[in-house]
């Protein structure tokens, strides 16, 4: 455990993860470029989830690397890595029961986006998250979702056309459920150091 915790925090290590997300909030955008150029100014910023939650990430791991940490950037960061991250494993599974058959893409996807969801807990124990942290981070999931799936901004997958609703009501028990799980992760840490 103890060599975990000292990889994670290895400047070598720190940096290497720096350059995988940087690199993957790049192609991450550039995934979202036919759907941006449709999308109306005002939801810019709304319309790009997964590489938004990655550039939070970047912004924790550059962070940790320059003694420059902020606790809601790191609530910003786990909750929507992990929410994010799972949404769209779930989604490319749930195209493949459509019958549209899974693809390499669909595979990197699925396992790229795991690894958001795993790497924003990861680093659980070296965030200094609040809750009015965590609060913040729920209102702005939250309201992605109001963006999302009432104003009708959601990312595009084809094979899932007509499911719209019933996606926005799991995603939005999702964006909850990353809440409490990022704030179980901050309060158990919170024992192990402060018994």
């Known amino acids: 455990m103890q060599y975990v915790r000292y990889l994670l925090m290895n400047k070598i290590f720190l940096s290497l993860m720096l350059v995988i997300n940087i690199a993957g909030t790049i192609y991450g955008y550039i995934w979202y470029e036919y759907q941006l150029r449709d999308t109306p100014l005002r939801y810019l910023l709304f319309v790009p989830d997964s590489p938004t939650a990655s550039l939070f990430f970047v912004a924790v791991l550059a962070g940790f690397l320059f003694g420059r940490n902020s606790g809601l950037i790191q609530a910003l960061a786990a909750v929507s890595l992990f929410k994010y991250g799972i949404w769209a494993v779930g989604m490319n599974i749930a195209g493949s029961f459509t019958g549209e058959p899974l693809n390499w893409i669909n595979y990197m996807l699925i396992f790229s986006h795991l690894g958001m969801a795993v790497e924003g807990l990861l680093y659980a124990p070296y965030y200094q998250i609040k809750n009015i942290h965590l609060a913040a981070a729920a209102v702005v999931v939250l309201h992605n979702d109001i963006i999302d799936y009432v104003f009708g901004m959601?990312?595009?997958?084809?094979?899932?056309?007509?499911y719209e609703q019933i996606i926005g009501y799991a995603t939005f028990w999702l964006s909850l459920a990353s809440v409490v799980i990022v704030w179980l992760c901050v309060q158990r840490q919170r024992k192990i150091t402060h018994p």
């Open 154 to 162: 959601m990312p595009r997958y084809p094979a899932l056309e007509g």
